[in-house]
């Protein structure tokens, strides 16, 4: 499994909505890594809460976060545990 | 029934208590000006910074309103909206508007303002393109964090730009389609006199700070900028998230007595919550709440009532295809029983049927109301009864029956208690003993034999608007002239005080959950019949406190008296009179010539 891709599906009811959002944001902040989040075609960075709720990621929707560089998989894993707990809420 | 000469009255979400009438003052947020500049090469560095600086200030702005929102929020579940102003900082740094805004300096050598109002417009347009309307309106926040940016970019230095909210009119209602944060704060410390926002769900803020100021607001107010010009007068009622633009003279005095009413309560409340409902010469009566759903439970002890009188059951049965099952109920009635504790909790057997129509009601039992129906019906009966054996573990509970007419219906119901028991124990459940079990008294007949219902249940409580009904035999949702549904009738007063004596002889609770007990100027006659229970809606039960802690039981025998010499309209007169004179701060003159009118 590359550990610096994974696919994850959006659990809470809000969906990533601006909670959600301002999380992930802020998590993906804490790398030095290039992040983004796909869903479907579309791919924003992951350290735009802008990009992120432009996605309009609803509960059940799969994405898929991706990074490049030093700590990508460190990145990613912070993401998923933040993702799969349903943020935290 | 013509409205013309009425005030446009408009209902939202009341998201912050208090009544006021002031006068409108619209928000509209005028778009700025953006001058298209091209610079010289030389000037290209300056003007980043000068971008970045900006950003650098609004980010302290958000920090600062954080502080004084969360003191404001303190202790309250409200936290969560301040995620917004934590979401806001977010944006203000985002990639997508940074780096977009920078690259147009820098490529294009244009101004700060210019770049920043492309980057905007360009965000703004995605949001607005979004199908889901939950995401679209965060193209809201988008504007909100743009504008103050665009403001502290026409600042120099350390200045902080006034907010354009700062010339508001004393005794200003701000009427706006939605406020950000810094807005709503700079409003407030204006001293404006309430907030009406037609936004909803994006006025989580606005609503902390008004809640913490004690300044009325209503949201949720779709076209109130529409209807309302600058100067209007406008009566904002944050109880019911009701506004009333240009209002008459009549609708002005009408709400000055809820204004004043919601003072009334606010101090009783102060001064009696941990009292006893007590008359001065020591006659103690308990008051509770009437509820529909667990989740009022928490108003029950903040207005200071000691249980639940009458919790209904309707709303689970009602606008469904199939009945509650046996864990759906038991799970509502459990929350409302542990919510509650150690108070006591009468719940309500279902009372539908007649005018309460459910939808799975079959057609051969059209007609039939209440006990009738449920024992017509009994496995749907055995349902409820068994839900609430399963659930009287978990706190104190009653159990009232609807719509009692003989004690052979009583009797009924303990048979399917017993039955319900004797399942359940066959599934191995238990459930505590000696629940106590209530007839409901709303029927004439079950008034007049009351001596022989007193010796089947454990206590009576009496609905009154029922029993009114029945006994003056008129319909329901029918305007009735005033003497036909004045309670003050001697004959509905003998046959009140026929209930309360036939309890007392018996030894059992004589309660009242109709209309009538929630009435503050009732108390006192409530009292003289002798009721051991009031429950009403909780609101009421500061006032009716407050009636009963200033007023000796033997001045109100001494009234009851008077009034079996009187008609019910000199007894209302007379009991008018009578509150006035005695409580000024609670009760305020009948206000005569007001326009009949319904909302």
């Known amino acids: 499994m590359d550990p610096t891709r994974r696919e994850l599906v959006i659990p809470n009811e809000k969906g990533l909505h601006v909670r959600a959002a301002t999380a992930l944001a802020r998590t993906a902040g804490r790398f030095a890594a290039q992040i983004t989040v796909t869903r479907g075609e579309e791919r924003v960075d992951a350290k735009s809460i802008m990009g992120l709720l432009l996605l309009t990621a609803s509960q059940g929707t799969t994405i898929v976060v991706e990074a490049k560089g030093g700590d990508a998989a460190e990145a990613v894993t912070a993401i998923g545990e933040l993702v799969e707990s349903g943020f935290y809420e | 029934m013509t409205h013309e000469n009425l005030g446009i009255v408009l209902q939202g979400d009341g998201v912050s208590e208090g009544i006021v009438l002031g006068t409108v003052a619209r928000w509209d947020r005028h778009e700025t000006l953006v001058e298209h500049v091209r610079l010289p090469e030389s000037l290209v560095n300056a003007e980043v910074s000068r971008f970045h600086d900006s950003i650098a200030r609004a980010e302290r702005e958000i920090d600062e309103l954080y502080v004084s929102l969360t003191a404001a929020a303190m202790g309250t579940t409200e936290g969560e909206h301040l995620g917004l102003l934590d979401a806001h900082k977010l944006m203000l740094r985002d990639p997508s508007i940074v780096n977009d805004t920078e690259r147009y300096i820098r490529e294009e050598h244009l101004n700060a303002e210019w770049a920043l109002s492309m980057t905007l417009k360009r965000l703004e347009s995605m949001f607005a393109a979004v199908k889901d309307p939950f995401f679209r309106e965060r193209g809201q926040d988008i504007h909100h964090i743009g504008e103050r940016l665009m403001q502290f970019l026409a600042q120099s230095g ?325 003497y036909l549904t004045n309670p003050l009738q001697p004959g509905f007063l003998r046959l009140l005080h026929m209930i309360t004596r ?55 025998m001494a009234l009851l008296q008077k009034f079996g010499n009187m008609s019910a309209e000199e007894a209302k007169d007379y009991l008018d009179s009578y509150m006035v004179e005695h409580f000024p701060d609670i009760v305020t003159p009948r206000f005569r010539g007001a326009p009949h009118y319904m909302r």
């Open chain 2, 158 to 482: 350390d200045e902080v730009p006034p907010s354009p909210l700062s010339q508001l009119p004393q005794g200003a209602v701000l009427f706006a389609h939605s406020l950000s944060p810094a807005e709503a704060l700079a409003a407030s410390r204006q001293k404006v006199a309430a907030f009406v926002i037609e936004a909803g769900s994006t006025s989580g803020h606005t609503a902390i700070i008004a809640r913490s100021l004690g300044i009325p607001a209503v949201v949720g107010l779709q076209g109130a900028t529409d209807v309302a010009g600058d100067g209007d007068r406008v009566i904002v009622d944050g109880f019911e998230g009701e506004i009333v633009v240009r209002p008459t003279q009549y609708e002005e005095i009408l709400y000055g007595r809820r204004a004043n009413r919601a003072k009334a309560v606010r101090r009783a409340v102060r001064q009696n919550r941990t009292l006893p409902a007590e008359t001065p010469d020591g006659f103690s009566i308990v008051l509770k709440a009437n509820l529909d759903f667990a989740a009022q439970a928490p108003h029950v002890d903040a207005l200071g009532g000691q249980g639940v009188g009458l919790y209904r059951t309707e709303f689970l049965f009602l606008d469904r295809v199939r009945p509650p099952t046996e864990e759906e109920q038991t799970a509502a009635y459990v929350s409302v029983l542990e919510a509650l504790r150690p108070h006591p909790v009468t719940i309500r057997t279902l009372d539908v049927g007649g005018d309460k129509l459910i939808r799975f009601s079959g057609p051969e039992h059209a007609g039939l109301r209440a006990i009738r129906y449920c024992l017509a019906n009994e496995e749907l009966f055995l349902v409820q009864l068994r839900a609430l054996l399963r659930a009287s573990r978990h706190g104190e509970l009653r159990i009232l029956v609807p719509f009692i007419a003989a004690p052979f219906e009583i009797r009924e119901v303990r048979r399917l208690l017993a039955q319900a028991s004797e399942q359940l124990a066959a599934r191995g459940i238990k459930h505590a003993p000696n629940i106590p079990v209530g007839a409901m008294i709303e029927i004439p007949v079950a008034a007049l034999s009351a001596e022989h219902l007193a010796k089947e249940v454990d206590f009576f409580s009496v609905g009154t608007n029922d029993l009114m009904q029945y006994t003056m035999a008129i319909a329901r949702d029918t305007a009735s002239p005033d």
């Open chain 2, 502 to 556: 036939a309890g007392h002889h018996a030894g059992i609770v004589t309660a009242i959950c109709g209309e009538l007990a929630g009435k503050p100027s009732f108390a006192p006659i409530l009292i003289a019949l002798g009721f051991n229970e009031l429950s009403m809606t909780p609101e009421s039960i500061p006032l009716v406190k407050e009636v009963i802690r200033r007023t000796p039981r033997s001045e109100a």
